[in-house]
């Protein structure tokens, strides 16, 4: 089956095409998933998710890009986000990833995590500090509340004035 129809057949929700993509993918996203980092969870749970994630957003794939880069797309993605949010910065040996064509969508995601981390720095000193702890370090209200000695309900009046603020400032650019 060529791309586009494999592609069209996942899309409806075909599940002999979902196994297939699995059986055919899963041992090179683990490939792909090894060389990264993890303290917590394995490489097998990253493409778990990147299968989750093709499955319940099928209606997003592009029939016109080949199955295989999308795939890695999203487990890569998948991956730097939690690393992201390990607060960890993995270096990437060029020689093993080698993907071209992803490259484009990389530069986008880069560039727009980085206006966002220069909107974020925009914002007053607080505002800054409690947004990134609940916002890009995932901390609750009262984890946030626990290590500034503010209430709960200024952690949260703080983090709606920074999210107004950077919604504002991404409609505008």
């Known amino acids: 089956m060529d791309n586009r129809k ?17 059986l055919n993918y899963y041992d090179k ?3 792909i998933a090894k060389r990264f980092n993890f303290t917590v969870l394995t490489p097998q749970d990253f493409v778990q998710e990147t299968f989750l994630r093709l499955y319940n957003k099928r209606e997003l794939l592009n029939e016109d890009v080949l199955l ?3 795939l890695f797309v999203i487990c890569k993605n998948i991956i730097i986000n939690h690393l992201n949010r390990e607060n960890k ?8 990833v080698v993907m071209e064509e992803e490259d484009t969508e990389t530069e986008i995601f880069e560039e727009r995590q980085e206006k966002l981390y220069n909107f974020i720095n925009l914002l007053p000193e607080q505002q800054q500090k409690i ?3 609940h916002k890009l370090e995932n901390l609750s209200y009262k984890e946030i509340a ?3 000695d503010l209430s709960e309900k200024t952690i949260a009046n703080h983090i709606y004035l920074a999210s107004k603020f950077i919604r504002k400032k991404i409609q505008n650019h």
């Open 131 to 133: 947004y990134t702890l």
């Open 89 to 96: 910065i993995v270096q990437l040996d060029p020689l093993h």
């Open 6 to 22: 494999f592609i069209l057949s996942l899309k409806k929700g075909n599940e002999t095409s979902f196994k297939e993509a699995y």
């Open 146 to 148: 626990a290590m500034t």
């Open 29 to 31: 996203l683990v490939n």
């Open 68 to 70: 295989d880069k999308q």
